[in-house]
């Protein structure tokens, strides 16, 4: 047999949608930035007594948008991680 860790309690899944509405970029309220929505998902699971996997995705629609004018964002990022806990 196999030794099994199914501890569900400590898996999660996360969704954050922000949206960002039209605005100034600047104090004398000359130049507009345009609205945007980005959207990340995450997941972890919990795979052994003390160890997780996590995936995850930041602006998962590949939104063009700019927090700053003239500083675009970047588009979709994906990330992968391992997390073991010493204590």
Known sequence: KYPQ?????????????????KRYDDPAN???AEPYTT????????????TFLS???Q???NED??????YPMP??????GIQ???L
Do not use: F
Not at 39 to 47: C, E, G, I, L, N
Not at 65 to 70: A, I, K, P, R
Not at 75 to 80: F, N, P, Q, V, W
């Open 30 to 32: 000359a130049r507009k």
């Open 5 to 21: 860790y199914n501890d569900m309690s400590d898996n999660s899944a996360v969704i954050i949608v922000r949206h960002v509405g």
């Open 39 to 50: 959207a990340d998902v995450s997941v972890r699971y919990h795979v052994q007594e003390r």
């Open 75 to 80: 588009g979709r990022i994906y990330t992968i």
């Open 55 to 57: 995936i995850g995705s």
């Open 59 to 61: 602006n998962i629609l």
């Open 84 to 86: 073991y806990d010493l």
């Open 65 to 70: 948008y700019q927090d700053t004018l003239d």
